[in-house]
């Protein structure tokens, strides 16, 4: 998976950047924030594009599935993992190696997918954040968030298997290394940010 790097400031939508600055505070010096420290209420507009996972040794299962994503799968997946829901997929491949990578990477990704659903040819983006919770230096959770445009249901399931036409995947700077990359120096050589 190639990974570019972006700043919170560069991520949409807006409320994405809101929940990357309380992770990273949360963070602190840690390498992962705490579980004890997570919640999908912190942007609770969003609360319904929430998705919250057990992280189970290479599983990740289905914990808290907010109403428009449950809409949008046409069931509840409380208590499934990927691979029950999804079956041995591409689709279901390429999300595990995302979280997989979250996890390695000890910092949150921000990806952007555009697919064409087979069953009717319509071109959609999703938008998804994923971001690690620790517990004893062990990652336990991901907490993620996915907002999807031109994505509707289609027979009260949308898609398991869709066709990939792109995928962009960013690992998020942390906000102090993000405002050492601007930093620059005025004319009597004091650094700004």
Do not use: C
């Not at 560069?10 to 992770?23: G, K, M, N, R, V």
């Not at 289609?154 to 050492?180: C, D, H, K, M, N």
């Amino acid at each position: 998976m190639n990974i570019e790097e972006i700043g919170i400031a560069e991520i949409h939508p807006a409320s994405f950047q809101t929940l990357l600055a309380a992770w990273y505070r949360q963070k602190g010096a840690r390498d992962y924030p705490p579980a004890a420290a997570l919640d999908p209420f912190l942007a609770p507009t969003l609360l319904p594009n929430a998705i919250l996972l057990e992280v189970d040794g290479d599983r990740f299962i289905y914990r808290l599935i907010g109403d428009a994503i449950r809409q949008l799968v046409g069931q509840d997946l409380r208590g499934k993992s990927v691979q029950e829901f999804m079956g041995d997929t591409d689709y279901a491949r390429l999300i595990e190696e995302q979280f997989r990578r979250t996890i390695a990477d000890r910092a949150p990704l921000y990806s952007v997918h555009d697919f064409r659903r087979p069953e009717d040819g319509l071109t959609l983006s999703a938008r998804r954040i994923v971001m690690p919770y620790a517990d004893g230096g062990r990652v336990t959770r991901l907490l993620a968030y996915q907002v999807a445009e031109g994505l509707e249901p289609v027979g009260g399931v949308t898609i398991l298997e869709p066709q990939l036409l792109s995928r962009t995947v960013f690992r998020v700077r942390a906000p102090q290394a993000e405002s050492e990359k601007t930093a620059g120096t005025g004319p009597d050589g004091a650094v700004l940010r």
